[in-house]
């Protein structure tokens, strides 16, 4: 519990994402964030809602620790879409890095998909999401977001 207890507040995020995913493309586009954070369940949850204004949309991710098996399940949400994104990534932290994993989809391609938190400190994290389809042998980095704190005025 309490992973996740450095991302309340607030952060400005720079967001790589590649065009088009999975054909070899070397394209990315950057555009920002702003991501408001919140911690619940005594470290045991949070909540973030991340909006985008030069796309006109926004996410949210909730994310929940199960005690019992000492793992977190990370769901994401669209205002494009308005679906709570199943499956769940899972996984946990170790030695302050986060890898989280679940069988996905990307445009009716079954995918395995996997978040990777790192580089965290007081004002600053990463978080980048990979596609593997030869059974992860091989990730396509298809999303980076930097996040830096937002100063608190």
């Not at 790589?16 to 408001?36: A, I, N, Q």
Request: glycine share 12%.
């Amino acid at each position: 519990m309490g992973d996740f207890d450095f991302f309340v507040g607030t952060w400005n995020v720079v967001n790589r994402r590649l065009r088009k995913r999975l054909v070899g493309s070397d394209e990315w586009e950057e555009f920002p964030g702003v991501s408001v954070a919140h911690g619940f369940f005594a470290g045991g949850g949070h909540f973030d809602e991340i909006t985008f204004p030069t796309k006109g949309s926004a996410g949210a991710t909730i994310r929940i620790f199960d005690p019992a098996r000492e793992e977190w399940s990370i769901y994401w949400m669209s205002s494009d879409t308005g679906v709570l994104g199943l499956p769940p990534m899972v996984g946990r932290f170790v030695d302050g890095v986060g890898h989280f994993y679940a069988d996905d989809q990307h445009e009716g391609r079954p995918v395995r998909c996997r978040f990777i938190w790192s580089d965290i400190s007081a004002t600053t994290a990463r978080w980048e999401q990979a596609f593997s389809v030869d059974g992860e042998q091989t990730w396509e980095t298809n999303w980076i977001m930097i996040f830096t704190r937002a100063s608190e005025d």
